[in-house]
């Protein structure tokens, strides 16, 4: 995202911040709308809700606010999944998917790579782990029990 840039200076951001999260918002949005808009994604079922969870997934793993997952960014997002990986192999990851060889992936080389045909190590594990995330855990404490349930 050209032109979207945080000033490093100023570490607590605040209002600065607040309207940067709203203009990359705003880009994002309009991304996603063009991959409404396209006939190529016209089949694809909960298009839609799909799009709202990828760029949550995407603006959730871009830490410095770049506008990009570059190095560090996939790396902290393995670490995160447990899948850490070596500067080699995220690299690779980067590079399978990155279409302006900036070395990073844009908001847009992302959704191609999460809605496209192609299977690249990085959309298996974010599948993955968007699969293991929708398990309900119980809340709350067990239930008691007494001598009289035992078998």
């Known amino acids: 995202m050209p032109g979207m840039k945080i000033d490093k200076a100023n570490p607590q951001g605040g ?3 607040g309207e940067y999260l ?3 918002n705003a880009e994002l949005d309009e991304i ?7 006939e ?22 871009d830490i410095d ?5 570059n190095i560090m960014d996939i790396k902290y997002m393995m670490e995160k999944l447990g899948q850490a990986k070596t500067h080699l192999e995220l690299k690779k990851m980067i590079t399978e998917v990155d279409t ?7 908001y847009t080389d992302f959704i191609k790579m999460m809605l496209g ?11 993955f782990e968007e699969k293991m995330k929708s398990k309900e855990t119980p809340k709350g404490l067990p239930p008691k029990k007494d001598l009289s349930m035992l078998p």
């Open 65 to 69: 606010k770049s506008g990009d997952l």
């Open 15 to 17: 209002k600065v911040l």
């Open 117 to 127: 045909p192609k299977s690249s190590v990085l959309k298996l594990i974010l599948l």
């Open 40 to 61: 190529f994604f016209q089949d694809d079922e909960d298009l839609q809700e799909k799009l709202e969870s990828y760029k949550k997934t995407f603006i959730e793993y």
């Open 100 to 106: 302006t060889s900036t070395g990073a992936i844009n």
């Open 22 to 24: 709203t203009r990359m």
């Open 32 to 38: 996603n709308k063009q991959f409404l808009e396209d």
